[in-house]
T-cell receptor, first 115, second 118 residues
């Protein structure tokens, strides 16, 4: 079945450091790929998405590129801030299926940014 | 407006109580979802409603009873819960097939209800 693997952390970085959170997937169909972020005490928010190979999603300084050849969707940010401290979930959803097929979430990566 | 609202924000209940969680969205989405999230884990799907009809029940115990009274509202009725049911309950919505969307479209999540069962 479909699956998502991501580094679980926790990851601790100093402010202004570079961030990469690795995400790889296996899918039998043609998935859309997502990064969701969950700030402490809140629900999930969509951070960015990509729907086809080589698409780059970007938002709030975060970027991720849909790499079909390596089945990856790594999340990157050049300079993190304390306010980026959160849990980040990589996820996929199959675009081909006509009946509902649930979103597959990775285990989540906890990020702490210290001043 | 891309907001999904949920009430209450926090709920504490005993094992013999009956309570309800409420979810509302005004984005015109015709697919709505309930998820359960335990600490430090990803959300787990419980129920999917499509055009106000229950489409998916992920083998959820009958002490959880969902209801979709109209296209904007989703309720989750709780009765005789167990302490292990304590979790964050998240509601989400998305466009449904027939709205120019696929099931792979973005889901928009509410802030959740933090449930504690004593």
């Amino acid at each position: 079945g479909d699956s998502v693997t991501q580094m679980e952390g926790p990851v601790t970085l100093s402010e202004e450091a570079c961030l990469t959170i690795n995400c790889t997937y296996t899918a039998t169909g043609y998935p859309s790929l997502f990064w969701y972020v969950q700030y402490p005490g809140e629900g999930l928010q969509l951070l960015l998405k990509a729907t086809k190979a080589d698409d780059k999603g970007s938002n709030k300084g975060f970027e991720a590129t849909y790499r079909k050849e390596t089945t990856s969707f790594h999340l990157e940010k050049g300079s993190v801030q304390v306010s980026d401290s959160a849990v980040y979930f990589c996820a996929l959803s199959d675009q081909v299926k006509t009946s509902y097929d649930k979103v597959i979430f990775g285990p989540g990566t906890s990020l702490s940014v210290i001043p | 407006d891309t907001e999904v609202t949920q009430t209450p924000k926090h709920l504490v209940m005993g094992m013999t109580n009956k309570k309800s969680l409420k979810c509302e969205q005004h984005m015109g989405h015709r697919a709505m979802y309930w998820y359960k999230q335990k600490a430090k884990k990803p959300p787990e799907l419980m129920f999917v409603y499509s055009y106000e009809k229950l489409s998916i029940n992920e083998s959820v115990p009958s002490r959880f009873s969902p209801e979709c009274p109209n296209s904007s509202l989703l309720n989750l009725h709780l009765h005789a819960l167990q302490p292990e049911d304590s979790a964050l309950y998240l509601c989400a919505s998305s466009p449904a097939p027939g709205q120019g969307a696929t099931w792979a479209d973005t889901q928009y999540f509410g802030p959740g209800t933090r449930l504690t069962v004593l």
